[in-house]
């Protein structure tokens, strides 16, 4: 029985794992994908600024490749933003460094795979091209764009504070016991 399991189950599943596809992350973001800072947090969405870009042969290695890039509400909380409509957060934005975006290992805090079908990553070296919301032309396309969200409050949970109430319960009963 073994034997028969080793070959034809595994080879079946090496055969449909090896087709496997990835696609648009659509649940919310992971926690290490964004940074937190003066009350927002800030994500890096993309290293395109249009809503669509097809490149046909001019891709590395002439690879033809379509990419949707999704608006900031997208995934809920987050916003685009620009200098004009919020300039409180633009300024915050403009003293953002790659530093700030740059993990102790040397990789990058980004959010490229939740927000784009295609691209996966975001390139450093275009940091200081960067922008707080999508472009409405094709001229500022291969600019990387940012997201923000108010910085969620933190909100205990429901057995913590069971927890917490349990114990000012015996507490109180601990005082009435000793009287």
Known sequence: MIKLI?????????????????GLITTDLADNSY??????????????????????????????FENNFEDADF???????DEM????????FEGLTLGDFTRIDGSIIHSAAYW????TDVDKAYF?????????SDDYKFFETFYVRVTPS?????????????????L?????IIL
């Open 6 to 22: 080793k070959k034809f189950v595994f080879p079946l599943l090496f055969l449909v794992s090896s087709s496997t596809f990835a």
């Open 35 to 64: 940074i937190s800072h003066e009350g927002y947090d800030w994500t890096w969405a993309s290293p395109v600024n249009v809503s669509y870009l097809n490149v046909v042969g001019g891709g590395f290695g002439g690879d033809t």
């Open 75 to 81: 995934h809920a909380g987050w916003l685009d933003f």
């Open 85 to 92: 409509n919020n300039p409180d957060i633009y300024t915050l």
């Open 116 to 119: 784009n079908s295609y691209y």
């Open 128 to 136: 200081d091209f960067r922008l707080g919301k999508k472009a409405e």
């Open 154 to 170: 933190q909100v205990p949970e429901p057995s913590t504070l069971l927890i917490f109430a349990i114990a000012l319960i015996a």
């Open 172 to 176: 109180s009963l601990r005082k009435r």
